[in-house]
């Protein structure tokens, strides 16, 4: 028979109890105050060793879904250690979670049996007893005690007394971890409810505007807000130009204005979010610090997509701290950059519209004033009329008062302006001929080339200088007037009042009137040419007729002169004969 306890053994194990119930309290104490999971696995552990003090504690923890094994709590010969998570196939973890039943380890033979091996870090032990901790129906973890310094440290007592506490602690670590886990996802929740508000003013604002730019500063001041970061950076890939364009960049809170640089097919590779917590882990990667800027210590990038394409990125960064951005950033960097993606598209194709739309009326406003030139031109025949109508419709046109017109003649060299006006007011310019060597020979003789000249310095710069008697413009535009290679003239037009004052469309519609005004000057020189011819025909004829009607010598000279006389609308007309013998001069026919 089993002996009766004594009242003695009845106080011990009433003592015993008591102490249980107030470990028991404590952690529930605990839970109830708020302690985070790990705050809870720390004052267990420091229960049980309370309640065993001759042993080294540990707990353990087992994460099914990564099959590993965690210790958040772990003591070797009175020390704390941190110690790795290990993989849960094999060992004393894999044994308790496969059977559930606590296991007693009196020495090393023991160890073997299970297949256990020394956890990196940590030294062998020679006793133990490792007890499940049950959750429902499954297997959260193991409670263990070790000895490190002797066998049989512990016998069927401490297993029962160690799995009636783990019990009770497997209830309140499964409590806090699911509080913990209800923590989190509530956090989680909220900052999900954040992140979807700032993506909601992000998109309502980008929703607003269908310009370009706007967008863009619209999310670099909205992440700026949001995220309290001070170094943010918005590019874009220009993929005509194959330049990186920075759009939008702040470092230590502050904009700055960086010049394009090479895209490189790297850029233009889909890929995920990429993060990098250190300065060291962005040296390893190969990143290139932009000119001008200082190295960062965190940095996340997210790339803009629309359609099938990688438009740009967006990056943040951060000069003073390691492991700056985490999930939640990436998240919200990449939802933003996706609708940013969408937007931009839209914006670039709204803006490429209009462009074409404005493009298109710019050609038919050219094509206007073309068709109202040629008209013009079409009306007269005259050489002069033809210049005069062309250099009048110009200048209404560009509302300017300075422009003109000049004829170049081969032959001899010399450069005749046909038209000109400055502030208003029409000139009269000598011909000229330009010197060899200078900008204006060239042009002539030589390339035919025009040239848009934005400003005073860049006049300076190419020597071209000022006709006498004029001032000096600030913007130019000369444009030559060839038919096939054959230099004609040119067309000037000029800007007094400021820099840059003429655009690609101005330049377009000037060259196509250059075009179309030499072929028309060419087919007036021609005609006067001809007319000409047949003006001094018809004074031949005259002439001769009249030669035919005389005999007499003075009769002759008579018929000559009168006929001249008429042909050139009653000018004052001279006949002079020099007789070689007596060397001298006879005026038989004198008008004045």
């Given amino acids: 028979m089993t002996p009766s306890p004594t009242a003695a053994d009845l106080q011990a194990q009433l003592a015993a109890q008591a102490a249980q119930l107030d470990m028991l309290a404590d952690i529930q104490q605990g839970m109830v105050s708020g302690l985070g999971f790990q705050a809870i696995v720390d004052l267990v552990g420091d229960k049980l060793r309370e309640e065993f003090p001759q042993a080294d504690v540990g707990v353990r923890l087992f994460d099914a879904a990564e099959a590993r094994v965690h210790f958040p709590y772990f003591y070797e010969n009175g020390q704390r250690l941190a110690v790795a998570s290990t993989p849960l196939n094999v060992g004393i973890s894999a044994h308790v979670l496969r059977t559930r039943q606590p296991v007693l380890m009196h020495g090393p033979e023991d160890w073997t049996t299970y297949g256990s091996y020394t956890i990196p870090g940590t030294l062998p032990e020679q006793s133990g007893v490792f007890v499940p901790l049950l959750a429902s129906d499954r297997v959260i973890g193991l409670i263990q005690l070790l000895d490190m310094q002797k066998q049989n440290a512990f016998g069927e007592a401490d297993v029962r007394l160690l799995a009636t506490l783990a019990a009770s602690l497997s209830v309140a670590l499964e409590n806090a971890r699911l509080f913990d886990e209800t923590q989190r996802l509530l956090k989680e929740t909220e900052a999900r409810s954040s992140e979807l508000a700032v993506i909601n003013s992000i998109q309502q604002g980008m929703a607003a505007s269908l310009d370009f730019r706007a967008i863009i500063d619209l999310v670099g001041g909205r992440l700026r807000d949001v995220l309290g970061v001070q170094d943010i950076g918005i590019r874009w890939y220009d993929r005509q130009a194959r330049v990186r364009r920075f759009m939008y960049e702040y470092e230590h809170g502050v904009r700055l204005d960086i010049a394009p640089d090479a895209l490189l097919e790297s850029h233009l590779t889909r890929r995920a979010p990429t993060v990098y917590h250190t300065a060291a882990a962005q040296a390893a990667s190969g990143i290139v610090q932009i000119a001008g800027t200082d190295a960062s210590k965190s940095r996340v990038s997210a790339q803009i997509v629309g359609g099938d394409r990688v438009l740009g990125a967006i990056t943040l960064e951060d000069h003073e701290r390691d492991h700056a951005f985490g999930p939640a950033e ?21 803006d490429e519209t209009q462009r074409l739309l404005k493009e298109t009326e710019a050609r038919n406003a050219e094509l206007a004033v073309i068709n109202s030139i040629q008209q ?19 200048r209404e ?5 300075d422009m003109s017109i000049r004829w170049w003649d081969e032959g001899s060299g010399v450069v005749h302006q046909l038209y000109g006006y400055e502030h208003g007011v029409r000139l009269a310019i000598r011909s000229h001929v330009p010197e060899p060597g200078t900008v204006q020979y060239r042009f002539y003789r030589e390339d035919h080339e025009g040239v848009v000249i934005a400003s005073v310095a860049e006049q300076l710069a190419l020597g071209i200088p000022v006709s006498p008697g004029t001032d000096r413009a600030r913007s130019l535009i000369v444009v030559p007037m060839l038919a096939g290679e054959r230099m004609l003239g040119s067309l000037h037009l000029e800007n007094h009042e400021r820099d840059h004052a003429f655009g690609a469309s101005q330049v377009r519609l000037v060259q196509t009137i250059a075009s179309s005004m030499a ?4 087919n007036a020189k021609s005609f006067e040419a001809e007319r000409q011819r047949a003006a001094e025909l018809a004074v031949v004829n005259a002439v001769q007729q009249a030669l035919a009607a005389e005999l007499d010598m003075q009769g002759i000279y008579d018929a000559v002169g009168d006929k001249i006389r008429t042909i050139f609308e009653r000018a004052d007309v001279g006949i002079r004969v020099f007789d070689v013998p007596s060397q001298t001069i006879h005026f038989p026919y004198f008008y004045e």
């Fill in 519 to 522: 072929v028309a000057l060419l």
């Fill in 330 to 350: 990436v998240r919200l960097l990449e939802t933003v950059a996706s609708a940013m993606g969408v937007a931009l598209e839209n914006a670039r194709l709204f």
């Fill in 397 to 401: 046109v560009f509302a300017t008062g």
């Fill in 376 to 394: 013009a031109v079409g009306a007269a025949l005259d050489f002069q009329a033809i210049v005069d109508a062309v250099g009048d419709k110009l």
